[in-house]
T-cell receptor, first 110, second 113 residues
Framework: SQTIHQWPATLVQPVGSPLSLECTVEGTSNPNLYWYRQAAGRGLQLLFYSVGIGQISSEVPQNLSASRPQDRQFILSSKKLLLSDSGFYLC?????????FGPGTRLTVT | GDSVTQMEGPVTLSEEAFLTINCTYTATGYPSLFWYVQYPGEGLQLLLKATKADDKGSNKGFEATYRKETTSFHLEKGSVQVSDSAVYFCALRVSGGSYIPTFGRGTSLIVHP
């Protein structure tokens, strides 16, 4: 069966520091992969999606970037975090229109 | 473009009450419709889905019927439990369309004992 992992689970970082969040999927090949963010009390905001290795589409221009170095690995990065980057980050993969979400990373920028 | 509109929350109910969370949509093509649930501190989980008009999706006592004539996919449960307290998201994806699903803003459900 397919599983999706995210780490770390929680992260507290100072403003201006770098960020790297990792997502890996097991049990499927060539998945479509997504990064979402949820601000407190808000809905889902799609940040990036990828249909293959090295193929990244950005939905929201900001100081975040994404990379897909391997088929089942999706990384979210930032060179300098802002206070507004705080939130709950969710990775997901999709099949037949259904989305399967990871457990999320709670990021607090201080 | 595609859009999903959900009723504003929070919805507050007593245990064993009947639940309805409204969801309506607009889509440029023929969508599949989904309900996802997010428990506190967790990622979203697929709750149920329907892929064509008049289909009824069901899971864990929840049901939703794909109504093409009213472009709706309302979520219902006959008797809610405290453990159903969560945020519920309605979503759609158009077949053959982009890889990006469209989500509603989510509706928070709080069930009191």
């Amino acid at each position: 069966s397919q599983t999706i992992h995210q780490w770390p689970a929680t992260l507290v970082q100072p403003v201006g520091s770098p960020l790297s969040l990792e997502c890996t999927v097991e049990g499927t090949s060539n998945p479509n992969l997504y990064w979402y963010r949820q601000a407190a009390g808000r809905g889902l905001q799609l940040l990036f999606y990828s249909v293959g290795i090295g193929q990244i589409s950005s939905e929201v221009p900001q100081n975040l970037s994404a990379s897909r170095p391997q088929d089942r690995q999706f990384i979210l990065s930032s060179k300098k975090l802002l206070l507004s980057d705080s939130g709950f980050y969710l990775c997901a993969w999709s099949e037949d229109g259904e989305q399967y979400f990871g457990p999320g990373t709670r990021l607090t920028v201080t | 473009g595609d859009s999903v509109t959900q009723m504003e929350g929070p919805v507050t109910l007593s245990e064993e009450a009947f639940l309805t969370i409204n969801c309506t949509y607009t889509a440029t093509g023929y969508p599949s419709l989904f309900w996802y649930v997010q428990y506190p501190g967790e990622g979203l989980q697929l709750l149920l889905k329907a892929t064509k008009a008049d289909d009824k999706g069901s899971n864990k006592g929840f049901e939703a019927t794909y109504r093409k004539e009213t472009t709706s996919f309302h979520l219902e449960k006959g008797s809610v439990q405290v453990s159903d307290s969560a945020v519920y998201f309605c979503a759609l994806r158009v077949s053959g369309g982009s890889y990006i699903p469209t989500f509603g803003r989510g509706t928070s459900l709080i069930v009191h004992p």
